[in-house]
């Protein structure tokens, strides 16, 4: 059984910083891609950033310049660097993940999300 354990969300004023974490735990033959999305009040789940591998971040425009993800592949864990934050990042945040459990099959998860505020 694989859980995506996520942490770090909280209340936040405007212009402020919060780093989320997100481990995965469980019988994990490896990881592909780990990503971060987040579902404001009332709106659809969004992507915000994913990282496969060792190649290049992604991220949506919306945060580009003020958010970093990071992996640390040894623990199994994807990182999200959120500077400047606004008012419209408020959102619960969603880490996922593509695991590969055995050497042909993959799965994909998701993190049970933790809430991000940000408020003066």
């Known amino acids: 059984q694989v859980q995506l354990v996520e942490s770090g969300g909280g209340l936040v004023q405007p212009g402020g910083s919060l780093r989320l974490s997100c481990a995965a735990s469980?019988?994990?033959?490896?990881?592909?891609?780990m990503s971060w999305y987040r579902q404001p009040p009332g709106q659809q789940r969004e992507l915000v950033a994913r990282?496969?591998?060792?190649?290049?971040?992604n991220y949506a425009d919306s945060v580009k310049g003020r958010f970093t993800i990071s992996r640390d592949n040894a623990k199994n864990t994807v990182y999200l660097q959120m500077n400047s934050l606004k008012p419209e990042d408020t959102a619960v945040y969603y880490c996922?993940?593509?695991?590969?459990?055995?050497?042909?099959?993959?799965?994909?998860?998701w993190g049970q999300g933790t809430q991000v505020t940000v408020s003066s």
């Open positions: 469980g019988s994990i033959f490896s990881i592909g891609a």
């Open positions: 996922n993940a593509l695991i590969q459990l055995t050497t042909v099959r993959f799965e994909n998860y």
């Open positions: 990282l496969i591998g060792g190649g290049s971040p």
